[in-house]
């Protein structure tokens, strides 16, 4: 089966995390090597990598980090927790060191207890997504016309990869993503490697088109679009979901256009509503340049939310990570 | 009154049409020397001006090639026509070719003619435009936080000026208007310029911020705005207008929001409805390069129609250039 690179973007060899730089991509293919939580918290925070790739980094620092020391570990929980408001990376660090507190309350070295609930808890999240994947490729019918928005992390492509096998054909209309372009950089990317691999291998065509975020309601009128699949960085225990700003609209335009919205949702871990998920205000930076270059004018003020919330009233199914996680 | 070289981009000065470069502003502002239809075609194809810098690109090319010879006359209006499907030059074109067809039936030098008909024309246009101009500006209350898309040759950033003068106080959000970027190219620059305006004539102030096209739904949603105005390329006769790709989303969710919508909008002239207005298709690259440097790769696909209808019943209400054009 075809394995994105976006699949699981950061693995640990020889004590050195390293993390697949999403910026790069797809000019270039290369791994940032990060072997403290300083480094961790900086490639979190500066996006180099995002969603899932941020779990995989909050998680494997704590092997980084190994150390018998409890307030140590506290003290790494708390700043991976405090890289990136939106994202509940509490949830996790809570259960890593809850392992380590019970261990040393047991009399067992905490390290033993952190590698054992890292490593379990990545085996875990591998076999739920490749479980995933199969389920989003059910969702897929022949002659099916998707259109996404930013990135899931390599599921859409490998879930395209498979319908393929499975004799699907299946167009894709990928949004831009501005500011950080995540949908032209990853997701045509991921999807044209997709489709490469199923020309090779015998199943069926695979396309994918970019368009401006501006095109959404254009192409639902007429009828260019079926379906709509996004990922999503938080779900609520209602069904809210927050994902990358853009997917509210886009929410709104497919009830408008009687199209479903497929959400890729993970477990709530205590979080009521969408009004209760804090939407990261980042950068307007980020907005104002291209590539790393200044685009406009420095007097320019801009105004960028990251992240925005959609009402699970508008989402027509959601498919979880299994349990778990 | 502060004018921005937006609202009157194209003039002829010694038998040359100089033509605002609206791709290199705000880091230039560079006049285009046009001295044929040809180069006429050419940078309205290019979209080197826009909208209604068009219309005067159009209308002055007659001056340029001024003739008795009917036949080329005719041929300069169809080279016009032809240059892009979705704006109705034939309208204004046949308009000028008419008065010049009825002073050669009439014994009179057709030059004659084309020149009193066109310099009309644009003294008419230049009144009625700064007739909208303060129509906008009795549409803007203080405290007024407005929602614009892509741009309106001047007009809001005049009227913006108008309503400063007047002591109110009022907000702009620009979306960045991809792949053109005209909001984030000319609307924030010219809002900058109407501000610094009134700050130096003791009007309020007048801020702007730049927003990712994404961010439509979460700014109304969270009540950030409490009006959306934008132009129109072109309207029909039920009311129905065709505008810059993305105008149809944020028109569906300002009817969702409760958020009332204003259109600048012009003579409808034989369209009966949006149907009736031939979407253009432009050419994949403009979304593929950025600053004319192309940031993707060579195999990914674009798909770009430059313009989407908004259906009257979105819109709540029409500033129409009144009469004339």
């Not at 980084?64 to 509940?88: G, I, W, Y």
């Not at 022949?142 to 004799?167: I, K, Y």
């Not at 054909?169 to 831009?176: N, R, Y």
């Not at 105004?303 to 979880?320: E, M, N, R």
Request: hydrophobic share 45%; proline share 5%.
């Amino acid at each position: 089966m075809f394995e994105s690179p976006l699949f699981w973007p950061a693995y640990i060899k020889e004590d050195v995390l390293y993390v697949l730089d999403e910026t790069l991509v797809p000019s270039k293919i290369k791994y940032i090597p990060v072997k403290n939580v300083k480094a961790a918290v900086a490639v979190i925070r500066e996006m180099k990598t995002r969603a899932f790739g941020q779990f995989l980094v909050v998680l494997n620092t704590f092997l980084l980090e190994l150390s018998s020391d409890l307030k140590h570990l506290q003290k790494v929980a708390e700043e991976l927790n405090n890289s990136r408001p939106t994202f509940p990376f509490a949830e996790v660090t809570g259960i890593v060191l809850g392992a380590a507190q019970k261990a040393a309350a047991n009399g067992v070295d905490p390290r033993l207890a952190v590698a054992k609930t890292v490593q379990g808890f990545l085996a875990g999240i591998r076999a739920r997504r490749l479980q995933r994947v199969q389920e989003i490729a059910d969702e897929l019918k022949d002659q099916d016309s998707v259109l996404t928005h930013c990135n899931v992390s390599g599921e859409l492509a490998m879930a395209a990869s498979l319908a393929a096998s499975q004799g699907k054909q299946v167009k894709f209309f990928a949004t831009e993503t501005r500011p950080y372009m995540q949908g032209a950089k990853l997701t045509v990317w991921e999807l044209q490697q997709a489709g490469s691999h199923s020309d090779r291998n015998g199943g069926c065509p695979i396309s994918v088109a970019l368009v401006a975020d501006n095109t959404v309601a254009s192409l639902m009128a007429d009828r260019l679009v079926n379906k709509v699949i996004i990922g999503s960085d938080r779900s609520a225990a209602n069904g809210d979901i927050a994902n990358k700003i853009g997917s509210y609209q886009i929410a709104v335009l497919a009830r408008e256009f009687d199209i479903p919205l497929i959400v890729l949702t993970q477990p709530s871990r205590g979080v009521a509503s969408g009004a209760d998920m804090p939407i990261e205000m980042r950068d307007a930076d980020e907005l104002l340049n291209f590539d790393g270059k200044k685009i406009f004018s420095p007097r320019v003020q801009g105004f960028y939310p990251g992240f925005d919330v959609v009402p699970h009233q508008l989402i027509t199914k959601a498919i979880a990570i299994n349990a778990g996680l």
